[in-house]
């Protein structure tokens, strides 16, 4: 599968050049990196950037800061009914990471976005609703999140799309998940907004 090869090159070229900004973003990279050279489809070991691949896989997701960065855009995950920046699963027709991060903002927000193309932070999670098979089979499934950041323009309104439940602007001192603050505040501080 040519579409799996060649997302799988540009995220490995990807996180094997990035430099996680403390020890515990480089564990995380190293951790990827190494999932990824374990999981290469020129090896005929399948791909480990397709949700195919259990117990983990990654997946690509955006923070999207308003354009003076005093706030941020999330949506209500349908599942988790949490609070999350905007993201999913990697797809065949993705050509790379940043790709599949600004087409799951788009999809999600009805924004058109220009995404930075260097990932701002990384994140591994598990997944409980994401389970294969039943019983002594099923094992948890962990996202190994790739996490980029975009800005929107100035009066930028989203769209609530059949993919999010709801999605609202947050100032980032009132975040309603507190598990995105090490997110929010390395992407203010990419833009110099910190």
Known sequence: M????????DASRVLRAWTGPTPEQERLRARYV???DT?????GAGSGVFRECVPDHLTASTLVL???GARVLLTLHAKARRWF?????????DRTLADAAEREAREESGLALSLDPVPVHLNEHEVP???????DAARPVHHLDVRF???AGPGTEPVVSDESLDVRWWDVDSLPNPD????????????GRA
């Open 34 to 36: 190494q999932h990824l």
């Open 66 to 68: 308003s354009h003076d």
């Open 180 to 191: 995105l603050t090490d997110l929010v505040a390395l992407s203010r501080a990419r833009f």
């Open 85 to 93: 920046q905007f993201g999913g699963h990697l797809e065949a027709a």
């Open 129 to 135: 609703f994401c389970r294969p098979g039943t019983g």
């Open 2 to 9: 040519l579409g799996a090869a060649e997302l799988h090159h």
């Open 39 to 43: 999981h290469d489809p020129s090896s």
């Open 149 to 151: 950041v975009a800005v």
